[in-house]
């Protein structure tokens, strides 16, 4: 079983939609969890950590359920620069694992 | 700022011949990591080292070796390049347990081709 599983995709949703993302994880005593952007042929960078208590920064907004081992990102008022793959990543012990990511497009 | 480099964008290298691929940060981090991300599969984690002279095998160490004599710099080597080794490859560093699990953060990456 994958330590961190992730609808891939594709997701295709018109400028101003609300889109969320789901990813669950395998390891109960995972400590810490996150969610990455990946432009196109670029590396990962660190879209917005997940606290137990959910989480908001502007249009996106973060939430970590650690009784049904789940974390969700849900991004409102879709731009098209939010165009890109999102990566669910959990902290377990001293290793990071990743999802396989969830592709987005936002079509104007 | 952060920041991360790794010594190649593009590489191309034959079947056979030894690859260095190289990776510095300049946050003082102790835990660096090289991982390899292609289609479908996501990024894997080939090594990491929690510090000099540390390494401790990922999930798809064959066919790969580290080197981390200074805290820094955590190169990445191929004893001999394969077809299959083809991919994309990228570093990152972290900060240890208790102080301050925010991130990683990754360099640009280098897109290995074997021919």
């Known amino acids: 079983r994958k330590e961190v599983e992730q609808d891939p995709g594709p997701f295709n949703v018109p400028e101003g939609a609300t889109v969320a993302f789901n990813c669950t994880y395998s390891?109960?005593?995972?400590?810490?969890f996150f969610w990455y952007r990946q432009d196109c042929r670029k590396e990962p960078k660190l879209l917005m950590s997940?606290?137990?208590s959910g989480n908001e920064d502007g249009r996106f907004t973060a939430q970590l359920n650690r009784a049904s081992q789940y974390i969700s990102l849900l991004i409102r008022d879709s731009k098209l620069s939010d165009s890109a793959t999102y990566l669910c990543?959990?902290?377990?012990?001293?290793?990071?694992?990743f999802g396989t990511g969830t592709s987005l497009t936002v079509i104007p | 700022d952060v920041k991360v480099t790794q010594s190649s964008r593009y590489l191309v290298k034959r079947t056979g011949e030894k690859v260095f691929l190289e990776c510095v940060q300049d946050?003082?981090?102790?835990?660096m990591f090289w991982y390899r991300q292609d289609p479908g599969l996501g990024l894997r984690l080939i090594y990491f080292s929690y510090d000099v002279k540390m390494k401790e095998k990922g999930d798809i160490p064959e066919g790969y070796s580290v080197s981390r004599e200074k805290k820094e710099r955590f190169s990445l080597i191929l004893e001999s390049a394969s077809t299959n080794q083809t991919s994309m490859y990228l570093c990152a560093s972290s900060l240890l347990p208790g102080q301050g699990w925010d991130t990683q953060y990754f360099g640009p990456g280098t897109r290995l081709t074997v021919l």
């Open positions: 390891n109960s005593a995972s400590q810490s």
């Open positions: 946050m003082d981090h102790e835990n």
């Open positions: 990543v959990v902290n377990t012990g001293n290793q990071f694992y």
């Open positions: 997940v606290y137990s």
